[in-house]
């Protein structure tokens, strides 16, 4: 059984650019969220993705997207991208029926100058 | 609306000694509670959930939490501190009942053991 793998590891990106991150969700898991975790701080929640639609959203702006896709693979995209989007970004996937939990990934550490 | 706050964003132990990291919840419904540990530049573990079975939930690693409701709180404990325990810890509430809940965070607390 495979976990959660969040691709790339590490970024670099200048303000006002946009960036793509990636999520495999652990095998057999149909749903997937993504966090945010500035320095130092607990994780946020950004939004959640169920049968590729988008199914709950926490408090961000809209130029934060994603996609789910058809083998329950996730992006998050970030557009215009801000000095404060400087954070560790965190995706975890869940079955959407059965016992309640989640597996994180490593995450993804992005830095924007 | 949901929120957690964890008691000290430090707290350093002597190895051996008693772990307890303390978080209280806030919560419009009934909630699920669980604690993650996150060890540096990794994801985070579920240590342990609260989902409204046994009030004294035992987890991972030999740590432990108890759901006092009259308290709001849901500390978490382990008997006897190794130094492979260094690392961050998060208490989260669940937004909503059900498995499509989403998480809301404490700050979190770090976790130093002395040798």
């Known amino acids: 059984e495979t976990g959660v793998t969040q691709s790339p590891t590490h970024l670099i990106k200048t303000r006002g650019q946009q960036v793509t991150l990636r999520c495999s969700s652990q095998?057999?898991?149909?749903?997937v969220s993504w966090y945010q975790q500035a320095l130092g701080q607990g994780p946020q929640f950004i939004f959640q993705y169920y049968r590729e639609e988008e199914n709950g959203r926490g408090n961000f702006p809209p130029r934060f997207s994603g996609l789910q896709f058809p083998n329950y693979s996730s992006e998050l995209n970030v557009n215009a991208l801000e000095l404060d989007d400087s954070a560790l970004y965190l995706c975890a996937s869940s079955l959407a029926q059965g016992s309640y939990g989640y597996t994180f990934g490593s995450g993804t550490r992005l830095t924007v100058v | 609306a949901q929120s957690v706050t964890q008691l000290g964003s430090h707290v350093s132990v002597s190895e051996g000694a008693l772990v307890l990291l303390r978080c209280n919840y806030s919560s419009s419904v009934p909630p699920y509670l669980f604690w993650y540990v996150q060890y540096p530049n990794q994801g985070l573990q579920l240590l342990l959930k609260y989902t409204s079975a046994a009030t004294l939930v035992k987890g991972i690693n030999g740590f432990e939490a108890e759901f006092k409701k009259s308290e709001t709180s849901f500390h978490l404990t382990k008997p006897s501190a190794h130094m492979s325990d260094a690392a961050e810890y998060f208490c989260a509430v669940s937004d909503r009942r059900g498995s499509q809940g989403n998480l809301i965070f404490g700050k979190g607390t770090k976790l130093s053991v002395k040798p």
């Open positions: 095998s057999g898991h149909n749903t």
